[in-house]
């Protein structure tokens, strides 16, 4: 395809309907998700382009609720370049300094309010060491004025580098609505480090040493 990737997210950004990215399904399942072994950039008609990524890791995502150890959400981690990222220490930022392209799918185990889910990914950013500056409340607001986080259903995230170094940032809710900002070019470092930097809690801590482990 000759269309350029810049162009594909410029358009994208308008058509809030149009399907994020298509996933070709493997042979493995966690937790009764099938675990993907690719997912592909859709164009702004929804139909698949060249663009692939590779399924790094997967893992369960469990939060203890009234002293219960609730499962929440599986999340599969893909990039654009499998054989750059480190399964260690250096995880987080391989993934960043090697990646164009970074996508998160997490299908959910259990319903979550939007508003809920943007309150974990800010603790999990303060954790970090990421205040909610103006950059990060526009990212939080993507997620809180989705659609909740309805169990059975998936939720989609693409992280992409423009040709400026700029990090472009898609968000697909349950109901297959898109919404998208441009950030700074750090602004991909911020979103993964919710599970690949300093965990918020054991839960996030177990999810993040499983995307330490390939599936296929």
């Given at each position: 395809?000759?269309?350029?990737?810049?162009?594909?997210?410029?358009?994208?950004?308008?058509?809030?309907?149009?399907?994020?990215?298509?996933?070709?399904?493997g042979?493995k399942a966690?937790?009764?998700?099938?675990?993907?072994?690719t997912?592909?950039?859709?164009d702004?008609?929804?139909?698949?382009?060249?663009?692939?990524?590779?399924?790094?890791?997967a893992?369960l995502?469990?939060?203890?609720?009234?002293?219960?150890?609730a499962?929440?959400?599986?999340?599969?981690?893909?990039?654009?370049?499998?054989?750059g990222f480190?399964?260690?220490a250096?995880a987080?930022?391989?993934l960043?300094k090697?990646s164009k392209?970074v996508?998160?799918?997490?299908?959910m185990?259990?319903?979550v309010s939007a508003s809920?889910?943007?309150?974990?990914?800010?603790?999990a950013l303060?954790?970090?060491g990421?205040?909610?500056?103006?950059?990060?409340?526009?990212?939080?607001?993507?997620?809180?004025?989705?659609?909740?986080?309805?169990?059975?259903?998936?939720?989609s995230?693409?992280?992409?580098?423009?040709?400026?170094g700029?990090t472009?940032?898609?968000?697909?809710?349950?109901?297959?609505?898109?919404?998208?900002m441009?950030?700074?070019?750090?602004?991909?470092?911020?979103?993964?480090?919710?599970?690949?930097?300093k965990?918020?809690?054991?839960?996030?801590e177990?999810?993040?040493?499983?995307?330490m482990?390939?599936v296929y």
């Amino acid at each position: 395809m000759k269309t350029t990737f810049f162009a594909l997210i410029l358009t994208l950004s308008t058509l809030a309907q149009a399907s994020l990215l298509t996933y070709t399904a493997g042979d493995k399942a966690l937790n009764g998700v099938a675990l993907n072994r690719t997912a592909v950039v859709n164009d702004a008609a929804g139909k698949p382009t060249a663009l692939s990524l590779d399924l790094l890791g997967a893992g369960l995502r469990t939060k203890t609720v009234l002293v219960v150890e609730a499962k929440v959400y599986t999340l599969q981690l893909f990039s654009d370049n499998k054989a750059g990222f480190s399964r260690n220490a250096d995880a987080l930022a391989s993934l960043v300094k090697n990646s164009k392209r970074v996508a998160l799918r997490l299908d959910m185990l259990r319903t979550v309010s939007a508003s809920s889910l943007s309150g974990s990914l800010k603790e999990a950013l303060a954790a970090n060491g990421y205040s909610a500056d103006a950059e990060l409340t526009n990212v939080l607001s993507l997620f809180e004025k989705s659609a909740e986080a309805t169990s059975g259903k998936s939720v989609s995230v693409l992280l992409a580098k423009d040709s400026s170094g700029k990090t472009n940032l898609y968000y697909e809710d349950t109901k297959g609505s898109v919404q998208s900002m441009v950030g700074s070019p750090e602004l991909m470092t911020k979103i993964l480090s919710i599970w690949l930097g300093k965990p918020v809690d054991g839960g996030i801590e177990k999810l993040k040493n499983a995307l330490m482990s390939p599936v296929y």
